[in-house]
């Protein structure tokens, strides 16, 4: 789709190809000096580590058009940081993140003219990830990697953008103890493709994901981690070693916290408490934060005082304040926001 083609307010979250994207090959014990393609195809042998093993890791980030026009990314040091995490678990080499930040950079100015216009709803979304790319054929790590970064314009991750959404409580697991689910590998959405595709055909919009030891616990979704809001105004969040890190979730505590003065609580959820909340929500970089009206365990509905027709207020300002410091027009804590141009 060429650029002039899009309609910005209305595209929703899926692959668009956009002109550059940045490649990097680790080959020898060491990364290459990498740089922008136009080439968006990989040719891999039919062997290679990720085709047989999964051996594949990625991240998700956005670059945001600000008020005032300038293209900015968000916290892009954590994700360099995750996504080290990430290949380390997976016995693949880390790519140096001032490396990983500079590649980022480079994508987005490449594709400035994709990044949608302020106020459009829509943003860049950008996905670095890498993956084994020599044949393996006996269960080891591979020897050779690819690093790359594209970016994608995106819209709202679920249809309907901030129209609250509902979920089912999930029988599969999606993390184990001292599993991989603390980490951003492409294993662990591939085995959550059942359960989402289950999840539609019974109208939910997404799953409600368990602790898988005792089922008593809240984790997360496939793609966001949770957050709740008390009857009297605090923030509560799952704190699990088998749920994602998520970006957005660490900045909402603080935004919580320091924004808005809130007490903040990220401890174990039991499922049990979940009827108390007045408000439930996803966050992620994908989700920014999508607002859950209805959450289902097995038939039994567990509805939230704030509807099913608009964001509950707490999560409302939640939302306004992380987009606010994402688009410029409310000062971010140092560091946060990365200018690209
Ligand atoms: N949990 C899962 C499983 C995810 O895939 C994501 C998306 O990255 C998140 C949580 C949210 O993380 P972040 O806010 O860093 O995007
Ligand atoms: C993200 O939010 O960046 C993710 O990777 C989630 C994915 C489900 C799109």
């Known amino acids: 789709m060429s650029k002039k083609e899009i309609d910005w307010s209305n595209i929703g979250f899926g692959y668009v190809q956009t002109d550059k994207r940045y490649v990097s090959n680790y080959k020898d014990?060491?990364?290459?000096?990498?740089?922008?393609?136009?080439?968006?195809?990989?040719?891999?042998?039919?062997?290679?580590?990720?085709?047989?093993?999964?051996?594949?890791v990625f991240e998700g980030l956005k670059a945001y058009r600000t008020e005032d026009g300038h293209i900015v990314t968000f916290r892009p040091d954590l994700n360099a940081s995750r996504m080290a995490d990430s290949a380390r678990r997976l016995e693949m080499p880390v790519f140096p993140e001032d490396r990983f930040i500079k590649a980022v950079e480079q994508v987005v100015a490449a594709n400035a003219d994709y990044v949608p216009p302020y106020g459009s709803g829509a943003t860049l979304y950008i996905r670095p990830y890498m993956f084994g790319t020599n044949p393996v054929i006996g269960v080891k790590p591979a020897d050779e990697y690819q690093f790359r970064v594209f970016a994608t314009p995106v819209g709202p991750y679920f249809k309907g953008g901030a129209k609250p959404i509902t979920i089912r409580v999930c029988d599969f697991d999606r993390a184990?103890?001292?599993?991989?689910?603390?980490?951003?590998?492409?294993?662990?959405?591939?085995?959550?493709?059942?359960?989402?595709?289950?999840?539609?055909?019974?109208?939910?919009?997404?799953?409600?994901?368990?602790?898988?030891?005792?089922?008593?616990?809240?984790?997360?979704?496939?793609?966001?981690?949770?957050?709740?809001?008390?009857?009297?105004?605090?923030?509560?969040?799952?704190?699990?070693?088998?749920?994602?890190?998520?970006?957005?979730?660490?900045?909402?505590?603080y935004v919580a916290k320091e924004y808005l003065g809130?007490?903040?609580?990220?401890?174990?959820?039991?499922?049990?408490?979940?009827?108390?909340?007045?408000?439930?929500?996803?966050?992620?970089?994908?989700a920014v934060i999508s607002p859950v009206g209805k959450v289902v365990d097995h038939g039994k509905e567990i509805c939230f005082p704030s509807g099913m027709e608009e964001m509950g207020p707490v999560t409302k300002k939640l939302y306004d304040t992380l987009t606010?410091?994402?688009?410029?027009?409310?000062?971010?804590?140092?560091?946060?926001?990365?200018v690209i141009k």
Not at 39 to 52: F, K, P, T
Not at 212 to 231: D, L, P, Q, W, Y
Not at 324 to 338: D, F, V
Request: one cysteine or more; aromatic letters at 6%.
């Open 29 to 56: 014990g060491k990364w290459d000096e990498g740089g922008l393609t136009e080439e968006a195809n990989v040719v891999l042998n039919e062997c290679a580590g990720v085709l047989q093993y999964a051996q594949t």
């Open 176 to 253: 184990a103890p001292h599993g991989t689910g603390h980490i951003k590998a492409g294993l662990n959405y591939a085995m959550s493709l059942h359960a989402i595709v289950d999840a539609h055909q019974q109208g939910y919009d997404e799953n409600m994901y368990l602790d898988s030891a005792t089922r008593t616990k809240v984790e997360e979704t496939g793609g966001a981690n949770f957050i709740f809001i008390t009857k009297d105004n605090k923030l509560v969040t799952p704190k699990s070693d088998t749920i994602l890190p998520s970006i957005t979730r660490r900045s909402l505590v």
């Open 262 to 286: 809130m007490e903040v609580e990220e401890r174990e959820v039991l499922f049990e408490e979940v009827k108390e909340f007045a408000e439930c929500g996803l966050c992620g970089t994908a």
């Open 324 to 338: 606010g410091i994402q688009m410029g027009h409310i000062k971010a804590p140092e560091s946060w926001i990365k």
